[in-house]
């Protein structure tokens, strides 16, 4: 077999993997295909709205905390990072699978959130959505 077919040939099988992996993931698994947007911690859905939410801001120390309570978010912008970013001025770098809070206030570099004292969520602030009287707790580490 000379060397132009067995380019050919290899061709053909990346195409054929490709076509198989295609046909078992979006036509015969079409529900498997969820992203963070869609498929949140406990069923947290994007919602229009949400009121009530409490956000307290925890500088550890650094500075004195903060609370801002009775915040409501609307447009379908109810995630933590909006809630946040209603309440606060804040420094923020995108990486594009989600924006990594740097500063609050003035304060800077190393921050977690909780919602409702559960343990530290492990996804991006912006895809953490918040439900009606949340409370948001922004920690300074």
Not at 11 to 28: A, D, E, N
Not at 39 to 64: A, E, F, H, W
Not at 135 to 140: A, G, I, K, L
Request: aromatic fraction near 16%; proline fraction near 3%.
């Amino acid at each position: 077999m000379n060397k132009k077919n067995k380019f050919i040939v290899i061709g053909l099988i990346g195409i054929f993997c490709f076509t198989l992996f295609f046909v078992f993931s979006f036509i015969l698994f079409p529900n498997s295909q969820t992203s963070i947007n869609e498929n949140n911690v406990d069923g947290r859905v994007k919602q229009l709205q949400v009121s009530n939410i409490t956000v307290v801001i925890d500088y550890s120390g650094v500075k004195d905390n903060e609370i801002f309570r009775n915040i409501s978010l609307i447009n379908y912008e109810t995630s933590v990072y909006h809630a946040i970013l209603n309440c606060c001025e804040i420094s923020v770098q995108n990486y594009g699978w989600g924006k990594f809070v740097k500063e609050i206030n003035g304060v800077g570099v190393g921050w977690t959130y909780t919602v409702n004292n559960e343990p530290s969520p492990s996804m991006p602030s912006d895809y953490f959505y918040l439900r009606d009287n949340d409370t948001v707790r922004w920690t300074y580490v």
